[in-house]
């Protein structure tokens, strides 16, 4: 378990205590199951109930010997239970414990991730209104293209972030089916509906069919919900590493007093945030593909999924409560600098408005390859030399009787280019 990332509410579903607890309360949801048909007698399943428990240090040390934890597990709860002790277990095999207890892990594990995304969602949604009408330039490929605001960031990364709940609610629901159909999931030994009562109190579905465990493609499913939001956690993160470069300086991670940015160089404010995310991303990536080549087991069921799990389960998990928490302060304290914006946006000095004077042009009648010409030397001009790319419109002869300095100084209103900023709000925001 990755324990120096963990946040006290994910980590405890994955202590020792709190997975045979999961165990256990799968055995007793099977006990009272089979009470129904009478299998059990009902006061034997009190007793169970009363008396059933574990510990620890006990399974440990009895695992040392059987060398199978759900053995030791159980041995340590017959010290408990006593002579009833004999009703647990009944029919089963260690897979229906262990899938259905991960299943309940994974589920609540979710819950969190899924409060997580609605806590970056509100941030989110608070900065895009807040910088709804904060102008700054539109980049592609890196380079600037035309200006728009600050809010449609935190609107896109919104919409993305929305999507990303979504799915982790489907994911939430696809992770909980457990199963309880024996060895090699033909319920020789125990019937479908004690599988559906103990999976309906411990509020799981049933697996549809299976062999000796729960097929793979469902917590591949899962751990690729994960991956698609690390994802979306690292787009915003190198977005942020891209706005605080000193070139740029558009936005900025909060930096605290007294923090420092280099051991070397005192002047230095670094992304570290940012950057660790982009990191931690990876691994939650790298996650999903472990789980997809769970996929195939041998014949009906091997081992080898398992010491997977036990890793990428706690590991993934752990990871997205911290990078969504990490993302959130991150994004709560960005700082903003719409003077920088500003400054950026006449770098190029007026070339941002390039497109208005082609369809200008266009629509006072010059065929778009025509005015496409025209518009780029002038372009190249400005670029190479130190002119103002209005200035040298203005001078330009072949436009000079079709476009009029008036009209070529509205291609230079910088609200043109913002009039729909309330129409994309109404649709990302309803």
């Not at 051991?263 to 982009?278: D, T, V």
């Not at 069921?301 to 997205?320: F, M, N, Y």
Request: glycine share 6%.
């Amino acid at each position: 378990m990755i324990t120096r990332y963990s946040r006290p509410e994910m980590s405890s579903i994955w202590s020792d205590e709190s997975k045979y607890k999961n165990w256990l309360r799968v055995e007793i949801a099977v006990c009272e199951a089979w009470a129904q048909n009478g299998r059990i007698p009902k006061e034997v399943v009190e007793d169970i109930k009363a008396k059933a428990g574990f510990d620890v240090d006990r399974i440990n040390e009895l695992e040392k010997e059987l060398k199978h934890d759900v053995i030791a597990f159980l041995t340590s709860v017959s010290e408990h239970v006593g002579e009833n002790s004999r009703f647990i277990h009944l029919g089963l095999t260690s897979s229906d414990v262990l899938d259905t207890a991960f299943a309940l892990q994974l589920k609540d594990a979710s819950e969190i991730i899924i409060k997580d995304l609605g806590a970056v969602l509100d941030v989110l949604k608070r900065q895009a209104f807040e910088h709804k009408d904060t102008v700054m330039i539109g980049r592609t490929h890196g380079i600037h293209a035309e200006p728009k605001t600050l809010g449609l960031v935190f609107a896109l990364w919104y919409d993305e972030m929305k999507r990303n709940l979504e799915r982790m609610t489907r994911a939430k629901e696809v992770i909980s089916v457990g199963k309880i159909s024996g060895a090699v999931g033909t319920f020789a030994n125990v019937p479908p509906h004690v599988e559906e009562s103990a999976c309906e109190r411990l509020g799981l579905k049933a697996a549809t069919i299976s062999t000796q465990v729960v097929q793979r493609d469902v917590h591949a499913d899962f751990f690729l919900t994960l991956s698609l939001v690390a994802s979306t956690i690292e787009k915003i993160a190198v977005e942020i590493r891209h706005f605080q470069r000193t070139e740029v300086l558009e936005l900025e991670e909060p930096f605290g007093k007294g923090q420092k940015g280099s051991s070397a160089m005192p002047h230095k404010r670094n992304p570290i945030i940012s950057e660790n995310l982009c990191g931690l991303s990876r691994l939650v990536r790298s996650y999903a593909i472990s789980a997809l080549e769970n996929i195939p087991l041998w014949h009906e069921r091997d081992i080898s999924h398992s010491s997977v799990e036990r890793v990428i389960g706690p590991d993934g998990t752990i990871l997205l409560d911290y990078m969504l928490d990490r993302l959130h302060y991150l994004l709560d304290g960005l700082q903003v600098y719409p003077e920088n914006m500003e400054k950026n946006i006449w770098l190029t000095r007026g070339l941002v408005f390039s497109q208005k004077v082609l369809l200008k042009l266009i629509e006072k009648g010059f065929s778009r390859e025509d005015a496409y010409k025209i518009v780029q030397n002038n372009a190249m001009d400005t670029w190479k030399g130190d002119n103002d790319f209005k200035d040298l419109l203005l001078k330009d002869k072949s436009i000079k009787n079709s476009l009029s300095p008036e009209e070529i100084e509205e291609c230079f209103d910088v609200k043109a280019d913002l009039k729909n900023i309330d129409a994309i709000f109404e649709r990302v925001f309803n």
